[in-house]
């Protein structure tokens, strides 16, 4: 699975998840999304279900500042566009926070949900607090991965007690 990243350098760039990635190889960076990319976008209207895993060859974040999510992501991305189930932040700056993901937060939660958990560990390795994302959010990774539609993450959300 490639990954992909298409930066807005809005953050502080020592702190940026994807530059990181980009600087040790592990995601490319690019200008625009293309057709077969899974666009991580969290105002999609449908959430990203194992199922979607044979939809694309690529998983695309877009790295932006929380503060201009919601203006970033109104720009007309090609691909095909599913948000996460709720999961808690493991980064410093939103420890627990839910749904405040980095970039890298975000392609691993991505890449454990498809089924890709060691490519998502290689990612969350390069971060000090990787491990942290992941202990955070393991049982909850797991049982999404196992969701077949949008009632079956309804009920995980109500036996987690997550709003």
């Not at 976008?41 to 279900?49: C, E, G, N, R, S």
């Not at 948000?83 to 392609?107: C, D, F, H, M, Q």
């Not at 990787?130 to 036996?159: P, R, V």
């Amino acid at each position: 699975m490639q990954i992909q990243v298409l930066m807005f350098k809005q953050d502080d760039p020592k702190k940026c998840t994807a530059a990181k990635l980009v600087k040790f190889g592990m995601a490319k960076p690019i200008k625009k999304t293309t057709q077969n990319t899974l666009v991580l976008d969290p105002f999609a209207k449908q959430t990203l279900l194992f199922s979607d895993k044979e939809l694309f060859d690529s998983v695309t974040g877009i790295d932006c500042s929380w503060e201009k999510a919601e203006q970033a992501f109104t720009k007309n991305f090609v691909g095909l566009k599913r948000k996460l189930p709720p999961l808690l932040a493991g980064n410093p700056i939103n420890y627990s926070k839910l749904n405040k993901l980095t970039t890298v937060e975000a392609i691993a939660a991505a890449l454990f949900i498809l089924g890709y958990a060691d490519l998502a560990h290689k990612l969350l390795d390069k971060f000090k607090w990787g491990h942290t994302f992941y202990d955070l959010n393991q049982n909850l990774l797991l049982d999404y991965s196992k969701a077949e539609s949008e009632d079956d993450i309804q009920s995980i959300l109500q036996d987690y007690r997550i709003q």
